[in-house]
């Protein structure tokens, strides 16, 4: 019987939730694979349907990102570049120092690495 109980116990043990991310305002740099970095702020936020981003790139709003996903320490989202109009796909992994890095690419280009740091102080919740 207790052989039983443990062997019901490892099948149901599903994998371990991804710890939720700091929200506020995440900063860092977008580098493409030709030109230098450019700042980058993410404001992050959690809310009932999940978490939300919204992106500035080099100072310009770019605005909200879709799809976004947070699962097993991974982050993934994307986002239109308003001057091209080409969309973007990002896939970032949390670092053991707490950053968030990976890269973002569009069909036919090179990715580009972002790097994103947590906010010094987060604030909890969904403003909208």
Not at 8 to 34: H, V
Not at 102 to 113: D, S, V
Request: aromatic share 6%.
């Amino acid at each position: 019987m207790r052989h039983l109980l443990i062997a019901s116990m490892i099948l149901c043990a599903g994998p371990a939730a991804a710890q939720p991310l700091t929200a506020g305002t995440w900063t860092g740099t977008l580098t493409p694979a030709r030109g230098a970095a450019v700042p980058v702020e993410a404001a992050l936020e959690e809310c009932v349907g999940g978490y939300t981003v919204e992106l500035k790139v080099g100072g310009r709003e770019i605005g909200e990102a879709q799809s976004v996903q947070w699962a097993a320490e991974r982050l993934r989202f994307r986002f239109t570049e308003p001057r091209s109009r080409r969309p973007y796909t990002c896939a970032l992994t949390r670092r053991a120092d707490g950053t968030l890095g990976g890269n973002c690419a569009a069909r036919r280009t090179r990715p580009a690495a972002l790097t994103l740091n947590p906010p010094a102080t987060g604030a909890f919740g969904c403003t909208g």
